[in-house]
C-alpha cells in the first residue's frame, strides 16, 4: 500500500485524526519550547525555575499559568519543556530498541539453528523479568538521570520487537521469492536487507507506533518512583512525584492541590492516548492486506 | 427426464437481494426465478460474482444483514415462503430440511471439535435421539460417504483428515438429517481433479439413496454437466438460460451460454482456437443499462442497450433471456456448430 | 504434546538460571562496599570500620563465577542473605510479604480475566453499535492510562474526598486485632483469614483497603484482554466454519460461545504470559502508591535503597513465577487447542 494511502487514511479516520492532532500539538509546543517557555538558565533548560521557595504548592494565577507545586516549581514551565523529555524518551528509547530488535530478530530468523535457539533462550530470560522492576533495578545501580533511565528502557526494551520480527521473517522465509532471489544469484546481505525488510516492516512500525506511549509511561513511572529524572527536572512524571503528598488535599478541601496532579497526569495520558490510537488506525488500514 | 407434474420443492419467484454498502448499492441478485422438483439436480452455473451464491445464501437466509437485504421475491418451500419466516423457524429448517455444504472443505469445519462432535450436533438439533444414539448415526453416516474406520475417524479432528474426506463429512453432516434439498456451492472446487470426481459420484449415489435434490453451483460445465437434471445459466444477478441439461449443452439459446461453450476444450471436438468471450464482467456496481451482457455480446443492438430482456419460452422446456435468439440460431447454422 | 510439556520442563531452570545470571551481572556493577549487606545478617556489623576486612572476607571481590557460585549455593541451601530494605533475611521478607501480593493478584486477574474476555466477545457480536463503541474507547483509555496517576486519582476522589478507599492494608483497629492472639491468621490473606475466623467486620475493612488498588491494577490490563478478545473474536466470526454451523441450524448463541469463542480465545492465551509480566509491574507501582505492604512495595524498597540481596531475591521469586505462569500457558493451549496436542 501506497504511503500516500496510508496516510490519507490515517487522517480521515476520526480517531487517529484526533490522535495525530494532538501529537503534533505536543510536537510544536516541544519545537518552539525555548519561546513558549524560556529556560531561566540558558545552559539548564530542563531545570524549572523557582517562584520561591515554599513547600506547598500554589493555584494558577498571573505569574504561574499553572501554579506552581511542591517546591514552588512553575507548573506550566515543566508542562513545556516536559514535551520535549517526553519526544527525547519516546524517540531515542523507541528508536533504539526497535533498531536493536529488528536486527535480533532478523539475523536470528535467517539463520536459524542453533543459533536462533540460544538467541530465544536469551530473549526469554529478558523478558522473565518483569519491565519495570528490570528498568528500576537497573537504573538504581547506574544512578539517576534520564540518560540511565533510557538506557535502562533500552537494555529490557527490544525484546518483544526481536519475537515480532524473527516471527515476520520466518513467514516469509518460507515464501517461494525468497527462493527465486537466491536463484538469480543475490548475496546473503541484500536479500535480508531487501526483500525481508520491506515486506515485513509494518507491524514492527505499528508496535513501535504503541511504545512510543508505553516508553513515556514507563519513563514516567520510574520518575515518580524516584529513580529518574532528578527532582527539578522538566519530566511530567517527576512532577507527579511531587504531587505524591498533596493528593489529599488541605484541610477541609481535599482537592486543593488538584492541579499538581491532574495537569501532568493528563499530559501523560494523552500523549500515550494519541499515539496508541494512531498504532490502532494504523493496524487497522494495513489489516486487510495482512491477512492472507 | 423429470417428473415436472410433481410439486415443486423449491419455487423461487422473482427474488432480489441486495447489499447497501459504503461505495454504493450492488443487486447481486436482481429477479432471479427458478424451480427445483423433488428428487432432481438443478445446476447454477456462472461466473464469480454472477449471484449464483448469494442465491443460495438467501434460501438458506444466511444473508448477512446488514449490509445486506432480500428486498423482494419469494422462496417457496412446499409452499411455504421462506422469506416470511423468523430466524427461528429458519433454524429448524437449515440442516434439517435443507442443508448446504460449501467450498472450503479445508475450513468449514471447527477445527477444535471432533468431527463426530461436529456431525451430532446437528443431529441433535433436529431428532429427539440421545447422544449414544447420535453417535451412532454419526458413525453410520460416515460409512455412508464412505469414510474407512468410522469408528475410529468419528473421534478425529478435522486437521486429521486430508480434504477429500473433510468434505465427505461435510456431506455426512449435511445428510444427516435426510434433507430434502442439498445445495451444494462449489462443493469440488478446491479439490484435486481424481478427488472431484469421487466427490461428485459419491453425492450422485447418495442422491438416489436418500432421495434429496441438488442444488449444484459451480462454474464448471464439466461438473454440471456431469450431475444436473437441469441448469439455471446466471450473469450478472439474472438468470439468462434456463433449460433441460441436454438441451442446454446441444442447443444453447444465449449468447452467453454459447460463448462459454466455446471458451472451454472440448473433448470431442477439434477447435482451433479457445474463444473466451471478449470483455470482462461488469462491475456490480455500475451494470449496463438494458441486457447486461449488451457489453460483451456479438448480436447486441440498440434495443439491448435499452430493455432488459425477461426469461421466455424459446421452446418447450427451455427459456432464454435474450432480444436475439434468432439471430444466435443463424449464426450457428452457419458455422454448423450446435 | 508429552514430548513438549517435557521440554518445556527442562527448559524451566536454564531460563531461571539465565534470569539469575542477568540480574546478578547486573547487581555486580556496584562496587564491592555496596553489596556488603548480602553476606551480613546482622546489621549491627555494617556500621563502623573493619569493612574491608568484611570485603575480603566474603570475597566480595573475587572473580564474576566465584561470587556467583557462592550464592547459588547458599539458595540451594535455602539462605538468600540479609535484605536491608525489609530489616530481615531475604527469604523471610518474601514469605511475609508474599499473601498481600497474592491477594492483590487474584483479585486484580479475576476482572481482568473474565471482565476482559466477556465484554471482548460482546464487543465483537454488537460490531459497530453503540455498545462496541463504548467498550472501545473504554478500552483504549484503559491502556493509555499511566497506572500510578489513576491510582493517585482515585486516592484523591475516593479516600482524599470520601474517604472510603484508605491506603494500606488494614486500618488500626483491625491490624491490632489480627496481631492477638484470638485472630487465628491461617493465610496472611486478610479477606480469607476475615472470613475464617468469622469477623466480618474485619472482612470489610480488608475489603476497602483493597478495592482501589485491585481496581487500578486491573484497568490497564482489563483493557488490554478486551482489546484482543475483541479483534480475535472479531476475526473469528468471519471463518468459514461459523457459517457451517448456521447453516446447520445451530442457536445464534451457541454458534457464538461454543463454536466462535474457544477458538478466539487461542491467541488471548498466548498473551496471558505477557500479560503476567506486566501485571507484575503494575504490582509494584500499585503498591507503591496506595502503600499496600507486599511484594511489589519491598522490590521498589529494595530496588531504591541498592539493597542486593534483596533485589537478587525477589527477581528469582518474580522469574520463577512468570516461567511457571509460562509453563502453565503453553500446557494449556495445547488443552485448548487440539491442533497442537497432537502434534
Sequence with gaps: ???????????????????????????????????????????????????????????????????????????????????????????????????????????????????????????????????????LVLTAILGKGLDKVMIALIVFGWMGTARLMRSQVLEIKAEEFIDAAYALGAGDTRIIFKHVLLNTIFPVLI????????????AATLSFLGVGAPPGYADWGQMISFARNWIIGSQGNPLTYWYTLMIPGAAILLFSLSWNLIGDAFRDILDPKLQK | MIDLSKEKLIDVNDLATYFHTEEGTVKAVDGVSFEIYPGETLGIVGESGCGKSVTS????????????????????????DLTKLNQKQMRKIRGNDISMIFQEPMTSLNPVYTVGDQIMEAILIHKDVSKKEARQEAIDMLTKVGIPLPEQRVDEYPHQ??????????????????????????????????IQAQILE?????????????????????????????VAVMYAGKVVEYADVKDLYGDPKHPYTWGLMYSIPHIEKDLERLEAIPGNVPNPLNFPEGCKFNTRCQFATDKCRVDEPELEEVEEGHYSACWHVDKLEEQKAKQGRG | MINYIVRRLLILPLILFGVTLLVFGMLMMLGPYQRLATYVQDPSQLKGGGLDKLITKYGLDDPFYMQYGRWAKGIVQGDLGW?????????????????????????????????????????????????????????????????????????MIFYGVLGWTPPGRLSNWALELKNTEEFIRYTDMNIVDGLLNGNFAYVFDALRHLVAPVFTLAVVWWAFILRITRSSMLETLRKDYIRTARAKGVKENVVINKHARRNALIPVVTVAGPMVLGLLGGIVTVETVFGYRGLGLLAYQAATRLDYAGILGIAMYFGGILVLINLIVDVSYAFIDPRIRLE
Design chain 2, 161 to 194: 483428515l486430508s480434504g477429500g474426506m473433510r468434505q465427505r463429512v461435510m456431506i455426512a453432516m449435511s445428510l444427516s438429517c435426510d434433507p430434502q434439498l442439498l445445495i451444494a456451492d462449489e462443493p469440488t472446487t478446491a479439490l484435486d481433479v481424481t
Design chain 3, 83 to 155: 535484605s536491608e530494605a525489609a530489616g530481615a533475611p531475604v527469604a523471610q521478607a518474601i514469605m511475609d510479604r508474599f499473601p498481600a501480593t497474592l491477594e492483590l493478584a487474584i483479585l486484580g486477574v479475576i476482572p481482568v480475566i473474565f471482565g476482559g474476555i466477556w465484554l471482548g466477545v460482546f464487543s465483537a457480536v454488537h460490531h459497530n453499535d453503540f455498545w462496541d463503541h463504548a467498550t472501545r474507547v473504554f478500552s483504549t483509555v484503559g491502556w493509555s492510562f499511566p497506572t500510578f496517576v489513576f491510582g493517585l486519582i482515585i486516592l
Design chain 2, 202 to 230: 459419491l453425492m450422485n449415489s447418495l442422491k438416489r439413496q436418500f432421495g434429496m435434490a441438488i442444488m449444484m453451483i459451480t462454474h464448471d460445465l464439466g461438473v454440471i454437466a456431469e450431475v444436473s437434471d437441469r
Design chain 2, 57 to 80: 445464501l438467501s434460501i438458506m437466509r444466511l444473508i448477512e444483514s446488514p449490509p445486506g437485504k432480500i428486498e423482494n421475491g419469494e422462496i417457496l418451500f412446499n409452499g411455504k
Design chain 1, 1 to 135: 500500500m501506497e504511503w500516500s494511502e496510508i496516510l490519507k487514511r490515517l487522517i480521515t479516520n476520526r480517531l487517529s485524526l484526533f490522535g495525530i492532532i494532538i501529537v503534533v500539538f505536543f510536537a510544536v509546543v516541544a519545537i518552539f519550547a525555548p519561546w513558549i517557555a524560556p529556560p531561566a538558565d540558558p545552559d539548564e533548560p530542563y531545570e524549572i525555575p523557582r517562584s520561591g521557595w515554599k513547600v506547598a504548592p500554589t493555584p494558577p494565577d498571573a505569574e504561574n499559568i499553572f501554579g506552581t507545586t511542591e517546591g514552588s516549581y512553575d507548573i506550566f514551565y515543566g508542562m513545556v519543556w516536559g514535551s520535549r523529555t517526553a519526544f527525547r524518551i519516546g524517540f531515542i528509547v523507541v528508536g533504539i530498541s526497535t533498531l536493536i530488535g529488528i536486527a535480533v530478530g532478523t539475523i536470528s530468523a535467517f539463520y536459524g539453528g542453533w543459533f536462533d535457539e540460544i538467541m530465544m533462550r536469551i530473549t526469554d530470560v529478558f523478558m522473565s523479568i518483569p519491565f519495570l522492576v528490570a528498568a
Design chain 1, 207 to 218: 508496535q513501535a507506533c504503541m511504545r512510543m506511549g508505553s516508553m513515556v509511561i514507563t
